[in-house]
T-cell receptor, first 113, second 106 residues
């Protein structure tokens, strides 16, 4: 019964580079969510996956951001041409169903220099 | 969050006092209302939740109340302790409130 696992835990990248963040949800959880949390701020919704349905991408801040999930397994969040304002902790969460408790990973701290 | 508002943004209480945090939501079809606690440098964790078929739920010193007519739900912490100091978030669907930083003074 491992929890939600995210990698890497820390990522430092130069402005303009692409980065890929990974999330391994809890086995059997059909729903997966990505959030961005800037220092001292709240949880900004990015994208939601539910099973094999089309994802809700309404929170993605620009077309530089994209995410994929295959079935009910691993998800990757990709940020292209990173900017300094992308610096934040990116949190992934999964839940058994929609409208059930979210279980968060420890996040990936992204620093864009 | 897009459809959930949380107040206050900061709350300072003396140890032993009660703390109340309130959230309002806009979607009248919502039926699940959770609260999360995030300690400094850690991930958010669920502390209590309520579904729309009940009006109140308690778990030791914490409780959540729901008013579906007014579309708001509140977190109540009684007999606060220093370890209750953290940021608390309400959520509705996949949107989170802006958070309440609770400081419990010893």
């Amino acid at each position: 019964g491992a929890g939600v696992s995210q990698s890497p835990s820390n990522k430092v990248t130069e402005k303009g580079k692409d980065v890929e963040l990974r999330c391994d949800p809890i086995s059997g959880h059909t729903a997966l969510y990505w959030y961005r949390q800037r220092l001292g701020q709240g949880l900004e919704f990015l994208i939601y996956f539910q099973g094999n349905s089309a994802p809700d991408k309404s929170g993605l801040p620009s077309d530089r951001f994209s995410a994929e999930r295959t079935g009910e397994s691993v998800s990757t969040l990709t940020i292209q041409r990173t900017q300094q304002e992308d610096s934040a902790v990116y949190l992934c969460a999964s839940s058994q169903l929609f409208n059930s408790p979210l279980h968060f990973g420890n996040g990936t701290r992204l620093t864009v220099t | 969050g897009e459809n959930v508002e949380q107040h206050p943004s900061t709350l300072s209480v003396q140890e032993g006092d009660s703390a109340v945090i309130k959230c309002t939501y806009s979607d009248s079809a919502s039926n699940y209302f959770p609260w999360y606690k995030q300690e400094l440098g850690k991930r958010p964790q669920l502390i209590i939740d309520i579904r729309s078929n009940v009006g109140e739920k308690k778990d030791q010193r914490i409780a959540v109340t729901l008013n579906k007519t007014a579309k708001h739900f509140s977190l109540h912490i009684t007999e606060t302790q220093p370890e209750d100091s953290a940021v608390y978030f309400c959520a509705n669907k996949f949107y989170f409130g802006s958070g309440t930083k609770l400081n419990v003074k010893p």
